[in-house]
């Protein structure tokens, strides 16, 4: 069976970040999608509803198998999260040339605590590119329509965070 696991902050998830759990799933049987808790970061979503967002996204509102995605929350070395689930890659999405610097040296340093993992880099589909976390953010925030961003569920999260 072939693991990969896509860690990310998913704060929160968008159709970019679907599209690239979808594209993993054409690749790998199993994908462990892993909300991170990174303590450099501020969070908008706590961990716990970053978790349940993202479950109600996946799996409510786009009906995704559960046999083959398993949603987690971690907060060690993705490579450690590689092992325990015995994942043989790490699934990264690319946005624009300006992720890829930051992307790439990560995927180094991955290499180089395990030189048995794979790093992965996938693109969401070209409608879906120029979604970010953070500008749905600010367009939720400012009353705009974030529908064709984020599933239902996730636009429910957020009106009622910004209530």
């Known amino acids: 069976m072939k693991i990969a696991v896509y860690p990310g902050t998913f704060d929160p998830i968008t159709f970019g970040h679907i599209d690239v759990i979808k ?9 462990i999608v892993a ?20 479950n109600k996204s996946l799996f409510k509102d786009l009906k995704l198998s ?39 040296q990560l995927a180094g340093m991955n290499k180089k605590l ?20 953070k500008f749905v953010k600010e367009i939720a925030n400012l009353g705009g329509d974030i529908e064709r961003f984020v599933t239902k569920n996730t636009v429910k999260m957020l009106k009622n965070k910004y209530r």
């Open 35 to 54: 909300a991170t808790e990174n303590i450099d970061k501020n969070y908008f979503f706590e961990l716990e509803e970053r978790i349940d967002i993202i």
């Open 23 to 31: 594209k993993s799933l054409k690749i790998f049987d199993r994908l």
């Open 66 to 104: 559960k046999k083959k995605i398993k949603v987690i929350s971690f907060s060690n070395l993705t490579i450690d999260l590689c092992k325990k689930y015995k994942a043989t890659a790490i699934i990264r999405g690319l946005r624009a040339v300006s992720d890829f610097e930051y992307e790439f």
């Open 114 to 133: 395990n030189s048995q993992i794979e790093t992965m880099f996938l693109m969401s589909d070209v409608e879906n590119q120029i979604i970010s976390s």
